[in-house]
């Protein structure tokens, strides 16, 4: 029904920056939840951090990891979020996943290599 489609994703040095981006092939009416998650390899997907967009300007939530160096934001009329990702370490070596979830059924992009290494 809608698909998800991300970019950004690269190689970084660590201590670098990266942006990445997820928008809806069409446009959606309801959207609840906005979030991006990862998944390295041999481990299990986290969330990174989502958004709420039931209020003007949502309201954010982050993992403990990313806290104060990555930051989600929305643009409600290109049905697009983004992530923007600081002081990059090696631990965030992973494939990043958007998320949007509008109740009762929730869409995954097709994820994006993130790659931070000297």
């Known amino acids: 029904q809608v698909q998800l489609v991300e970019s950004g994703g690269g190689l970084v040095q660590p201590g670098g920056s990266l942006g990445l981006s997820c928008a809806a092939s069409?446009?959606?009416?309801?959207?609840?939840?906005m979030g991006w998650y990862r998944q390295a390899p041999g481990k299990q997907r986290e969330l990174v951090a989502s958004?709420?967009?039931?209020?003007?300007?949502?309201?954010?939530n982050y993992a403990d990891s990313v806290k104060g160096r990555f930051t989600i934001s929305r643009d409600p009329a290109k049905n697009t979020v983004y992530l923007q990702m600081n002081s990059l370490k090696p631990e965030d070596t992973a494939v990043y996943y958007c998320?949007?979830?509008?109740?009762?059924?929730?869409?995954w992009g097709q994820g994006t290599q993130v790659t931070v290494s000297s």
């Open positions: 958004i709420t967009t039931v209020t003007t300007g949502g309201s954010t």
């Open positions: 069409r446009s959606i009416d309801s959207i609840n939840v």
């Open positions: 998320k949007v979830v509008t109740w009762p059924v929730t869409y």
